[in-house]
């Protein structure tokens, strides 16, 4: 071999040996019988050995001693082509190794060389991805929580009680989507403010939100209105015809109100629109296809109508796809000061006015039952807005039958014991009183507006008497 073929061969083999041993990847070469011809040193941090103690040695003897697992080397052999695997090393790695055959003119195996890369840092990593992904979704709610809190005009919503902030982060899912819902409630604990929420949050809500009382319009009407007519339809029809409230949404929300009053003739009418995206006018022969989305809303027992035979079962299900149970207003207590404020300062706004509730008339208020729930308790604030002689609303201002009410109502005497001091008395009183807004309101912010004080006043008094907060 002349020296210059010799230096090139020399230089080839330097930069080879180079790639090699730099590689990242494993690189372990063995012959057509598994006996390992070289191991670069990624393989000696693979297994914890170096290349000398295992060049020279069979794969199958090095399986046995738990280098790694499963071997590679009899499925390659036997398919003489290539094939990947998960494996598992003697220092607990995990690693994808691929097993690549090289042959001679007769199809027999010269040797195999066999690539692997470590995954365990691949799979860390993205366990520490997921983690920071969930954690991610967590501070997003945190974040949106706190944006309801500090801008409640915004949502139009008062959801502080653990169902009502529930129900808020299912609208946030369900607005996302173009599913039927099914809002249920007593009458006046806002079905109607969760549908518009739905609708204002979704992807629709550049297009229209129609809501219709189902229970207002005449049965005679309902068809038409709901429908629309044809021209000449029935006596004294618009001669032009008319569009329907499902035409009127098209691309849009129907809010249906008061479903269970919908006539039961009309129901499966209804259900076809619902299943079909097409409804057919009074008086018409042509379908015309819809893109609404339907919500519906009652402060009946389907379920018990449908046994009763005066609601249809397929619709009731059609419509139940997704349902939501508003809970009264009685059980929400966390609300119902942030609702009174909240209704408060609309009306102060309304009527130019800056009347506020004392502290007993508060606690009086919150200890009601609200039969009506939040439309009550909304009518009320005005009413008391509109009727006080001054700013001060007291308890004198309550309606009687408030007033007398004792359901739910909390008693926050001081009892005195033994003969003590006035001031003695009154640090007591000033206790149980921080003790108690602690209780319902757990913000020295909210505390200082209810007791009359400022907000840092409030905040010395609970780092004196509250000890755990």
Same mark, same amino acid.
């Given at each position: 071999?002349?020296?210059?073929?010799?230096?090139?061969?020399?230089?080839?083999?330097?930069?080879?040996?180079?790639?090699?041993?730099?590689?990242?990847?494993?690189?372990?070469?063995?012959?057509?019988?598994?006996?390992?011809?070289?191991?670069?040193?990624?393989?000696?941090?693979?297994?914890?050995?170096?290349?000398? #103690?295992?060049?020279?040695?069979?794969?199958? @003897?090095?399986?046995?001693?738990?280098? !790694? =697992? %499963?071997?590679?080397?009899? +499925? /390659?052999?036997?398919?003489?082509?290539?094939?990947?695997?998960?494996?598992?090393?003697?220092?607990?790695?995990?690693?994808?190794?691929?097993?690549?055959?090289?042959?001679?003119?007769?199809?027999?195996?010269?040797?195999?060389?066999?690539?692997?890369?470590?995954?365990?840092?691949?799979?860390?990593?993205?366990?520490?991805?997921?983690?920071?992904?969930?954690?991610?979704?967590?501070?997003?709610?945190?974040?949106? #929580?706190?944006?309801?809190?500090?801008?409640? @005009?915004?949502?139009?919503?008062?959801? !502080? =009680? %653990?169902?009502?902030?529930? +129900? /808020?982060?299912?609208?946030?899912?369900?607005?996302?989507?173009?599913?039927?819902?099914?809002?249920?409630?007593?009458?006046?604990?806002?079905?109607?403010?969760?549908?518009?929420?739905?609708?204002?949050?979704?992807?629709?809500?550049?297009?229209?939100?129609?809501?219709?009382?189902?229970?207002?319009?005449?049965?005679?009407?309902?068809?038409?209105?709901?429908?629309?007519?044809?021209?000449?339809?029935?006596?004294?029809?618009?001669?032009?015809?008319?569009?329907?409230?499902?035409?009127?949404?098209?691309?849009?929300?129907?809010?249906?109100?008061? +479903?269970?009053?919908?006539?039961?003739?009309?129901?499966?009418?209804?259900?076809?629109?619902?299943?079909?995206?097409?409804?057919?006018?009074?008086?018409?022969?042509?379908?015309?296809?819809?893109?609404?989305?339907?919500?519906?809303?009652?402060?009946?027992?389907?379920?018990?109508?449908?046994?009763?035979?005066?609601?249809?079962?397929?619709?009731?299900?059609?419509?139940?796809?997704?349902?939501?149970?508003?809970?009264?207003?009685?059980?929400?207590?966390?609300?119902?000061?942030?609702?009174?404020?909240?209704?408060?300062?609309?009306?102060?706004?309304?009527?130019?006015?800056?009347?506020?509730?004392?502290?007993?008339?508060?606690?009086?208020?919150?200890?009601?039952?609200?039969?009506?729930?939040?439309?009550?308790?909304?009518?009320?604030?005005?009413?008391?807005?509109?009727?006080?002689?001054?700013?001060?609303?007291?308890?004198?201002?309550?309606?009687?039958?408030?007033?007398?009410?004792?359901?739910?109502?909390?008693?926050?005497?001081?009892?005195?014991?033994?003969?003590?001091?006035?001031?003695?008395?009154?640090?007591?009183?000033?206790?149980?009183?921080?003790?108690?807004?602690?209780?319902?309101?757990?913000?020295?912010?909210?505390?200082?507006?209810?007791?009359?004080?400022?907000?840092?006043?409030?905040?010395?008094?609970?780092?004196?008497?509250?000890?755990?907060?």
């Amino acid at each position: 071999m002349k020296i210059c073929e010799l230096t090139h061969y020399k230089n080839l083999n330097h930069e080879l040996e180079t790639i090699i041993n730099t590689c990242f990847d494993e690189i372990f070469v063995t012959d057509g019988i598994g006996t390992v011809l070289r191991v670069n040193p990624a393989g000696e941090a693979f297994y914890g050995m170096k290349a000398a #103690e295992i060049v020279g040695k069979n794969t199958e @003897e090095l399986a046995r001693k738990g280098l !790694f =697992s %499963p071997s590679l080397f009899p +499925i /390659v052999k036997e398919r003489k082509e290539r094939v990947s695997m998960i494996q598992r090393t003697r220092t607990g790695r995990t690693i994808h190794c691929i097993g690549n055959p090289s042959l001679d003119p007769e199809g027999n195996i010269e040797f195999i060389i066999f690539t692997s890369r470590d995954l365990t840092e691949i799979r860390q990593l993205r366990n520490k991805i997921e983690r920071t992904e969930h954690l991610l979704e967590s501070f997003q709610e945190e974040l949106e #929580e706190l944006r309801r809190f500090q801008n409640k @005009e915004e949502e139009e919503f008062i959801s !502080f =009680s %653990p169902d009502m902030r529930k +129900i /808020v982060k299912m609208v946030d899912k369900i607005a996302k989507v173009d599913s039927t819902v099914l809002v249920t409630g007593k009458s006046g604990v806002g079905k109607g403010v969760i549908v518009s929420l739905i609708h204002k949050k979704s992807k629709r809500r550049k297009q229209s939100f129609i809501h219709v009382n189902c229970g207002a319009i005449p049965e005679p009407l309902i068809e038409s209105e709901l429908f629309g007519y044809e021209p000449g339809a029935f006596t004294g029809a618009n001669k032009e015809g008319k569009k329907g409230l499902f035409e009127e949404a098209d691309g849009g929300t129907l809010f249906l109100d008061e +479903i269970g009053e919908m006539p039961l003739n009309l129901q499966v009418k209804l259900l076809k629109a619902i299943q079909e995206h097409e409804i057919q006018r009074v008086g018409g022969t042509r379908p015309i296809q819809v893109d609404t989305r339907i919500i519906a809303a009652t402060n009946k027992d389907l379920e018990k109508m449908v046994e009763e035979g005066t609601f249809r079962e397929d619709l009731f299900y059609r419509l139940n796809v997704i349902p939501i149970y508003i809970p009264p207003l009685k059980t929400r207590k966390e609300d119902i000061s942030y609702l009174m404020d909240y209704f408060l300062e609309i009306s102060n706004k309304k009527y130019g006015t800056s009347a506020y509730l004392t502290l007993e008339a508060e606690n009086k208020l919150i200890n009601y039952s609200w039969p009506g729930n939040v439309r009550e308790l909304e009518n009320l604030m005005e009413r008391l807005v509109v009727i006080a002689d001054k700013d001060e609303i007291q308890l004198t201002d309550l309606p009687h039958k408030i007033v007398n009410s004792s359901i739910g109502q909390q008693q926050y005497a001081v009892q005195i014991n033994e003969i003590c001091s006035l001031k003695q008395a009154q640090e007591e009183l000033e206790e149980q009183l921080i003790i108690n807004a602690y209780k319902k309101y757990h913000s020295s912010y909210k505390i200082g507006k209810v007791l009359g004080i400022n907000q840092s006043t409030a905040y010395r008094k609970i780092q004196k008497y509250i000890k755990d907060q």
